[in-house]
T-cell receptor, first 111, second 115 residues
Framework: DQQVKQNSPSLSVQEGRISILNCDYT??????FLWYKKYPAEGPTFLIS?????DKNEDGRFTVFLNKSAKHLSLHIVPSQPGDSAVYFC??????????FGTGTRLQVFP | KAGVTQTPRYLIKTRGQQVTLSCSPI?????VSWYQQTPGQGLQFLFE???????NKGNFPGRFSGRQFSNSRSEMNVSTLELGDSALYLCASSPQASGNTGELFFGEGSRLTVL
């Protein structure tokens, strides 16, 4: 049972445009959400997080939005850069329990 | 500050064999989590150790086991390897228990190929 789902396995965006990566979850007990970025041959690295008491968190070009009623979160990257090309994983946890990851979305930013 | 170190980085085994993977966390980190990454399945949680105790376990068969030593270094073992065990095994450490509003710091992974 996949509690965290990323339904788009890949996304292609032109440089300078906005990238929107989506993530859905099924467990209403999740109260903390994170996004990780992974380059080939490297481990995932933390990007941005959001607590369930918020609906938005921003860090430079990266903004995460949380819609608790829809059990949906999204990561916006503006403007997108070629160096953003990577696999992005969303993750969630409930009551400080283990992190559950999604299946990932491969983002490609082309010139 | 050194990052999370995983050894070996690559290994090839045959069905039925067993394998041990090692993970050295960031100095001072007490939690070590293990994940399996396969195409289409994302990162599947294996287990987490905190202060030498297994804190959480994922839905993997008993062939998958792990342990943590007093210096926080961790090992995971897979016995009676199957072709489906071919994957990238990622180790992550954190100062406190994972999910506790703390991010995980990942190693580069150990890529296991089972022939």
């Amino acid at each position: 049972d996949q509690q965290v789902k990323q339904n788009s396995p890949s996304l292609s965006v032109q440089e300078g445009r906005i990238s929107i990566l989506n993530c859905d979850y099924t467990n209403s007990m999740f109260d903390y959400f994170l996004w990780y970025k992974k380059y080939p041959a490297e481990g995932p690295t933390f990007l941005i997080s959001i607590s369930s008491i918020k609906d938005k968190n921003e860090d430079g070009r990266f903004t995460v939005f949380l819609n608790k009623s829809a059990k949906h979160l999204s990561l916006h990257i503006v403007p997108s850069q070629p160096g953003d090309s990577a696999v992005y994983f969303c993750a969630a946890s409930a009551n400080t329990d283990k992190l559950i990851f999604g299946t990932g979305t491969r983002l490609q930013v082309f010139p | 500050k050194a990052g999370v170190t995983q050894t070996p980085r690559y290994l090839i085994k045959t069905r039925g064999q067993q394998v041990t993977l090692s993970c050295s966390p960031i100095s001072g980190h007490r939690s070590v989590s293990w994940y399996q990454q396969t195409p289409g399945q994302g990162l599947q949680f294996l287990f987490e150790y905190f202060s030498e105790t297994q804190r959480n376990k994922g839905n993997f068969p008993g062939r998958f086991s792990g342990r943590q030593f007093s210096n926080s270094r961790s090992e995971m073992n897979v016995s009676t390897l199957e072709l489906g065990d071919s994957a990238l095994y990622l180790c992550a450490s954190s100062p406190q228990a994972s999910g506790n509003t703390g991010e995980l710091f990942f190693g580069e992974g150990s890529r296991l190929t089972v022939l």
